[in-house]
């Protein structure tokens, strides 16, 4: 564990997550998409508005004799209906709609997820190496305070001495890069977070090791039944199948109904029933077309994407493993072995058995196993992530 010099408040990397998922503008802006499609699928399924109509039956163009004619007012109202089933494939593909904007919504949560992880330990990791560097720094500094003793007593050389004040020289620098390079990873995880300015809590979950538990079946079985981008393609083709359920109805008629009031004879109503005539096929037929087209790529897609999916987890589990074994080296073999050598090295210079250049380049592989252990930790932090998210870049 670490936290950030005056901090007061702290951030677990779960709640960096929580924080993102309520604040961060790409989700806002899907869960906008979703309310947008729900309002289309209401759209979709409405009835037609009625129609008011006014009749002027018996324009002047035929007289009588006597250069009269017959003249009358209506005033009804006409409502257009749908042959039976269109308003309810147009509602599937409107509810249908609507699932894939809420899955793409699940999508953006969980890329956004991977996002924050890999920002916030990137954010931990550029800390806790500025840690090492100066660990490594005080050591050099006791190494130095034994020099100049020597260096004085007439038993160094002052070429060691130099050497050592490069050496000291060249770690300032690691430090104040590793500094600005901290700053803007931060800079970094506080836009994710949607944050205004900077956020100067301390970050709390650390970068450790934790075996992945399960196997690669386990996990391509359930990927495969989670996947936000699989389970949009698979709501895509439910779409498209039920837009080609509509285009075949497309062909069969739909109906007017009207209700009108006539002027002279006030005591009667008058009724109307209206049909179309779906005389002409060529725009029917490339509906169809179109739409049997765009079933077919649906199911070529979802078939495709998963079959791609599987190899990015198999590759992505791989590179878990690898990640791992890299862990394992450093911690049961590496640290032990590179902290007992440098404590003997220590003795051994003290009592004039190596050179302090021998010591200096082994001080240099100590502090170097110590930085590198810490990458090895966030790469296998990186991969897991990978792991969760892999195949979900996928965009159509």
């Known amino acids: 564990m670490f936290a950030i010099a005056g901090a007061s408040e702290t951030l677990t990397l779960e709640q960096a997550i929580q924080t993102a998922l309520q604040r961060n503008p790409e989700i806002l802006l899907a869960q906008k998409e979703l309310a947008a499609a729900m309002g289309k699928r209401l759209q979709m399924t409405a009835v037609a508005d009625p129609m008011l109509v006014f009749r002027d039956e018996g324009l002047a163009l035929n007289k009588a004799k006597d250069g009269s004619f017959d003249k009358e007012y209506s005033l009804g109202l006409e409502q257009n209906l749908e042959f039976p089933g269109k308003r309810a494939l147009r509602g599937e593909i409107g509810?249908?709609?609507?699932?894939?904007?809420?899955?793409?919504?699940?999508?953006?949560?969980?890329?956004?997820?991977?996002?924050?992880?890999?920002?916030?330990?990137q954010t931990v990791l550029s800390r806790r190496t500025l840690e090492s560097l100066d660990q490594a720094s005080s050591l050099l500094d006791r190494f130095m305070e034994n020099l100049v003793i020597k260096y004085q007593a007439g038993d160094a050389a002052y070429s060691d001495v130099l050497r050592a004040k490069v050496e000291k020289a060249r770690l300032q620098n690691q430090i104040i890069e590793e500094r600005r390079a901290a700053t803007a990873y931060r800079a970094e995880l506080n836009i994710l977070l949607g944050n205004r300015g900077d956020n100067a809590a301390a970050l709390v979950t650390d970068i450790a090791f934790v075996p992945l538990q399960k196997e690669l079946p386990a996990i391509k079985e359930e990927i495969r039944t989670s996947s936000p981008t699989l389970?949009?393609?698979?709501?895509?083709?439910?779409?498209?199948?039920?837009?080609?359920?509509?285009?075949?109805?497309?062909?069969?008629?739909?109906?007017?109904?009207?209700?009108?009031?006539?002027?002279?004879?006030?005591?009667?109503?008058?009724?109307?029933?209206?049909?179309?005539?779906?005389?002409w096929r060529t725009r029917r037929q490339g509906e169809v077309m179109e739409a049997e087209a765009a079933t077919d790529q649906a199911l070529i897609s979802l078939e495709t994407e998963e079959r791609r999916m599987m190899i990015r987890i198999e590759n992505a589990y791989a590179g878990v493993k690898a990640a791992d074994e890299q862990v394992k080296l450093f911690e049961q073999k590496l640290l032990k072995d590179m902290g007992d050598e440098i404590r003997l090295a220590v003795n051994q210079y003290q009592y004039g058995k190596i050179e302090f250049f021998n010591l200096l380049d082994l001080y240099r592989t100590y502090a170097a196993t110590q930085l590198e252990h810490l990458k090895a930790l966030y790469q296998y932090l990186l991969a897991l992530s990978d792991l969760e998210v892999a195949g979900e870049e996928y965009t159509d």
């Open 95 to 121: 509810r249908t709609g609507e699932d894939l904007a809420a899955l793409a919504l699940d999508k953006a949560r969980l890329l956004l997820g991977a996002r924050v992880k890999k920002a916030y330990y």
């Open 231 to 279: 389970k949009m393609l698979a709501a895509k083709l439910r779409q498209s199948e039920a837009g080609r359920r509509l285009a075949k109805k497309s062909g069969l008629p739909d109906f007017s109904l009207g209700l009108y009031f006539p002027s002279l004879r006030s005591g009667a109503w008058g009724f109307s029933i209206g049909l179309n005539l779906p005389l």
